[in-house]
């Protein structure tokens, strides 16, 4: 059984600053692209920023320049650092994660819970 537990979300000031951490626990070969996602009340779910397993990132633009995702493959943990966070920022901020179960696949999507943020201005 493969788990994807997010922390780190919580209240802080505009222009403040917080780190998120998804970490991906069970049996399984790898964890590939991984991507952060966020909804705000009444609005779409959104990606915010993307990480392929060597690396390569995508960001939204509204996000450009203000968050940082990475990740640590050791630790099947991957981070997105949020600075300048905005009011807009608000929202549920969940993890995805392509899984390969084996050497050879399958590959599974798998989602966290969520963890709020709340930017108060």
């Known amino acids: 059984q493969v788990q994807l537990v997010e922390s780190g979300g919580g209240l802080v000031q505009a222009g403040g600053s917080l780190r998120l951490s998804c970490v991906a626990s069970?049996?399984?070969?790898?964890?590939?692209?991984v991507t952060w996602y966020r909804q705000a009340p009444g609005k779409q779910r959104e990606l915010v920023a993307r990480?392929?397993?060597?690396?390569?990132?995508v960001y939204a633009d509204s996000v450009k320049g203000r968050f940082t995702i990475s990740r640590d493959n050791a630790k099947n943990t991957v981070y997105l650092q949020m600075s300048s966070l905005k009011s807009e920022d608000t929202a549920v901020y969940s993890c995805?994660?392509?899984?390969?179960?084996?050497?050879?696949?399958?590959?599974?999507?798998?989602w966290g819970q969520g963890t709020q943020v709340t930017v108060s201005s």
């Open positions: 990480i392929t397993r060597y690396g390569t990132t």
């Open positions: 069970g049996s399984f070969f790898s964890a590939n692209a």
């Open positions: 995805n994660a392509a899984i390969s179960l084996g050497r050879l696949g399958p590959e599974r999507d798998y």
